[in-house]
Nanobody
């Protein structure tokens, strides 16, 4: 059973930056894919960014050029550096890990972009 612990959310002004961190525990195996999803009020959960163990990345069009995902495979951690934040980025951000075809989710961390 994989447990995911997210941190780094909070309140930031438009144009500001935040870095989210997610640490996976409970597995002695390196996790295939780790990434971030978000869910804004009244909307469906959507992909933000993912990164495979081999380094392949995928980004939502809305965050390309502003967000960067990185991983420490040995530690099973994933980071999301978010720059140039705007109010549309306000959401609960969830960490997701995929191991042997099974998806695991964190509890989420709230990011609020507001002046």
């Amino acid at each position: 059973q994989v447990q995911l612990l997210e941190s780094g959310g909070g309140l930031v002004q438009p144009g500001g930056s935040l870095r989210l961190s997610c640490a996976a525990s409970g597995s002695s195996f390196s996790i295939d894919t780790m990434g971030w999803y978000r869910q804004a009020p009244g909307k469906q959960r959507e992909l933000v960014a993912t990164r495979t163990i081999s380094g392949s990345t995928k980004y939502a069009d809305s965050v390309k050029g502003r967000f960067t995902i990185s991983r420490d495979n040995a530690k099973n951690t994933v980071l999301l550096q978010m720059n140039s934040l705007n109010p549309d980025d306000t959401a609960v951000y969830y960490c997701k890990a995929q191991l042997f075809g099974v998806d695991y989710w964190g509890k989420g961390t709230l990011v609020t972009v507001s002046s």
